[in-house]
Each structure stands twice: as C-alpha cells, then as structure tokens.
C-alpha cells in the first residue's frame, strides 16, 4: 500500500512544469524576482491557436513561481493572467455559428493540484466578434481576477 502511494506521489512530482500543453508554445520570459535557491520567478508568455477557429492565435502572458517548490512542480503559481488574441490568417466567418459558445479553447494547472489557469471562448454573432475569457479558478475558492481580449471577424473594411 505505501509503495503505491509512494509510486503515485513520484508521478505527480514528475509532471511537466505549470502551464505545460501539448498544443501552448513558449514565446519567452523573464525574470522578476531573484530566489537563491532554484529557479528565478518568471513571467511567461505563451502563445496557442484556437482548435476550432484556424486563423486566431492568443498570445497569454502568466507568473510561474521559481525556487525550489517551483523546480519540483508543488508552487502554487499567482492568479493573475493577461490575454491578447489576433487574427493571424484567414477566419471562415460562416462556420462561427456552429462553434460552441461559451466553451474553453485553453486549461492548463496552476498548481500541483486545486489550480488552474483556463481559457474560454465566446462569440458575439451580432457583432461578429470571438470573445477570449482568462481566469484562474481553484476548487474551493476561485478568484474574479481576469482578462478579456476580442477578434473582431467579418467586419468590412471601410
């Protein structure tokens, strides 16, 4: 029985950084708080394509805490979190109404175990504008801290 519990609290610890995604890359980051021991603390940016609407990509920008919890993944990152999404190719406008609104396009953990860091997508077909929600929810108790970003799609050039 313990070697199993043992077995599973080495797996969690081995699990990829916070904010880690098969399908987020790391643009960059830099450094803010100097920890003696491990890594630095960071702001780290991120960019994603949305998996339902080709041509918008988001660009997140997020706190990931350093020293030694945070080389080892039990840091609790900060619940703070900016978002700027664009059109970077073409949108097909008329497959947007089938899109699923609200919907989370981006989830990632912001902790070992109770945090995340999520994404949601919503459109505004009146006036033809996708709506990119970022907030950080926990278990027992989220936070309201958040950003928004909008693609305006569609719009006539005057």
Partial sequence: MRRG???VLLSLIALP??????????????????KWLGPNDKIIVEAFDDPDVPGVT????HARTG???????LA????????????VGPVDVDQ?????????????????????TQVTRFWDAKRKALIYLVYTDRIIEGSPRNAIS???VGVPAK
């Fill in 96 to 116: 947007l109404d089938k899109i699923r609104s609200p919907h989370e396009v981006f989830s990632a953990r912001a902790s070992l175990i109770f945090k995340s």
């Fill in 150 to 152: 909008v693609v305006p």
């Fill in 17 to 34: 950084a916070p904010f880690a995604s098969a399908w987020a890359e790391e643009v960059g980051s830099v450094g803010y708080r100097f």
């Fill in 58 to 61: 988001c660009y997140m920008s």
């Fill in 67 to 73: 020293g030694i919890k945070g080389a080892i993944g």
């Fill in 5 to 7: 519990l043992l077995a």
């Fill in 76 to 87: 609790e990152d900060p619940g703070e979190a900016s978002i700027a999404c664009r059109q």
